[in-house]
């Protein structure tokens, strides 16, 4: 993943942690990787939006 862009990191690392757990709280799991990725808000609020958009899809 060197040289990735970390909201891509993110992506992912959510998605892994979403595969693990499908329960898991999205909001944690964005905060979360906010800090470990140390994302900008911006970054957060695309997160938030793209876990809601998947969210919809499997509701």
Same mark, same amino acid.
């Given at each position: 993943?060197?040289?990735?862009?970390?909201? +891509?990191?993110?992506? +992912?690392w959510i998605d892994d942690q979403l595969s693990d757990n499908p329960r898991a709280d999205r909001l944690k799991l964005v905060d979360q990787a906010a800090r470990r990725f140390d994302l900008s808000p911006l970054d957060e609020?695309?997160?938030?939006r793209h876990l809601a958009q998947r969210g919809q899809g499997a509701g």
């Open positions: 993943m060197v040289g990735e862009a970390p909201i +891509k990191q993110a992506v +992912k609020e695309f997160l938030i």
